[in-house]
């Protein structure tokens, strides 16, 4: 099957839409209509901009280069992931645990799933590894980003239930059990969701593009299945690790809730 | 390792004298130099079964002497009971020995039963006032005179060394205050348990007190030793 092609300017057919909504929004009062247009024209840069760095990319076909497209994706969903806490840790704990989780978890499901799952040759092929690190790391630094903001905001606001506990002798873990579970279960929330809803609801949109381009939709569906797989996997490791180490950080090594390493961003 | 340890505590209590001469295993909560937030260089000796009483005006560092003791904040000097270093133990362990209960008491889960061991509930003293079916209660029908006194017990039945009170009875009407007191002074004598207690009324620490100090400035300042 042949892919249709897009011509460039059939999309500004479709950027006439968002035109016409500002255009709605700034004669209505709706007060959206800049923040429209910036996002609308940050996706057709950035997107144009990825595109071109993909078929560099997929040209040369070089380890260093991909690891280090890999590289510059951690460290911008780091710094992502910092921005979603509206209290975070003080100093530069907030990226090196938030990013250190999405390191291990991504990286490593990641890579599994190429030299495990996928196998393609070699087995850093950017085709493969660029799009799957780049679906792992975008989920996974929604959970990350959910989870510990939760566990910040909750030991905030739990501060005084948090030391009473301490004061009857329980251990900082124990004090900090319900919390933890409520950060897992906001980190979780969205994989999990869309796992329920996959199919039914909604048709993910990895499978809709591969579809559009020309696979077989059984293919299609079996990748859709594996991404989702793996997906949640990364995210629920990787917001094991930011929940227990965001945890740990905030109290001493008396077990002493230290709130003064909290910062409001 | 008792050799050692038993004639440098008897030592120590001979000088500030609450122990008679006869106890061998004793229960004290030793300040040396304790320094934390504008009070610094306190020192006391609390014996089992004696309370102590301290007083002052409000945002003095009362309560924050009393976290330091619990090791909740970061504090200066050294704090031991029955020989045994703050510092030398795992802080969890230190705070089942030495439980401090806050002037506003925090129940986490949605039934009064939850936060108690599972046969505490038959064992609740009539003094406090609780039918038995208390351990089924949601915790937000109970009003903070109720949450006050339950949360001494909570206290209670960790089986405490050292009891840390802030402000135990400031949400009581006087009868139940008198009771309260009493209830707690008879557990505090039969359980031998050493007392840092954080009162208001004067009336409360002459009825109470072994010893009183007031805040004064940076320092503890002594308003009656011993009677």
Known sequence: ?265 | MWLVVVPALCNGITLITFASPGDTILTDLLLENLSVGTLSHVSLAVSGGQVFCLSGPSGCGKSRLLRAVADLEPHGGRVSLSGTDQQNVPAHQWRRRVVMVPADSQWWFDEVGGHFPADTGARLPSALGFSADVMGWPVSRLSSGERQRLALWRALALQPEALLLDEPTANLDTTTTEIIESWLLEEIRRRQIAVLWVAHDSGQIHRVANAHYRVHGTELEVIHGSD
Not at chain 1, 30 to 38: A, D, Q, V, Y
């Open chain 1, 1 to 265: 099957m042949e892919v249709i092609d897009l011509a460039w300017w059939k999309l500004g057919l479709a950027a006439l839409l968002i035109l016409a909504l500002a255009a709605t929004g700034y004669f209505a009062r709706l007060g959206m209509t800049r923040s429209l247009l910036i996002a609308a024209l940050r996706t057709v840069i950035q997107l144009a901009l990825i595109g071109l760095v993909l078929e560099a990319l997929f040209a040369s076909a070089a380890f260093y280069w991909v690891a280090l497209m890999a590289l510059a994706m951690l460290l911008v969903a780091g710094r992502e992931v910092v921005a979603r806490q509206s209290r975070r840790l003080r100093g530069w704990w907030a990226f090196s645990i938030g990013t250190g989780a999405m390191f291990v978890s991504s990286f490593t499901v990641t890579i599994l799933a190429l030299t495990v799952v996928i196998g393609p040759d070699p087995w850093y092929s950017p085709q493969y590894a660029i799009p799957l690190l780049g679906m792992m790391l975008g989920n996974t630094m929604t959970g990350v980003g959910l989870a510990l903001d939760r566990l910040n905001e909750s030991i905030w606001r739990q501060r005084a239930v948090i030391e009473n506990r301490l004061m009857l002798g329980q251990t900082w873990q124990q004090a900090l059990q319900d919390i933890r579970m409520d950060a897992m279960r906001s980190g979780m929330m969205p994989s999990i969701n869309a796992m329920a809803a996959a199919g039914i609801v909604s048709l993910p949109g990895m499978m809709t593009g591969q579809i559009l381009a020309g696979s077989p939709p059984a293919v299609a569906v079996k990748y859709q299945i594996l991404v989702m797989l793996v997906i949640t996997a990364g995210t629920g490791f990787g917001s094991v690790m930011a929940v227990k180490w965001g945890g740990r950080r905030l109290f001493d090594d008396r077990e002493r809730l230290r709130l003064d390493r909290l910062v409001k961003s």
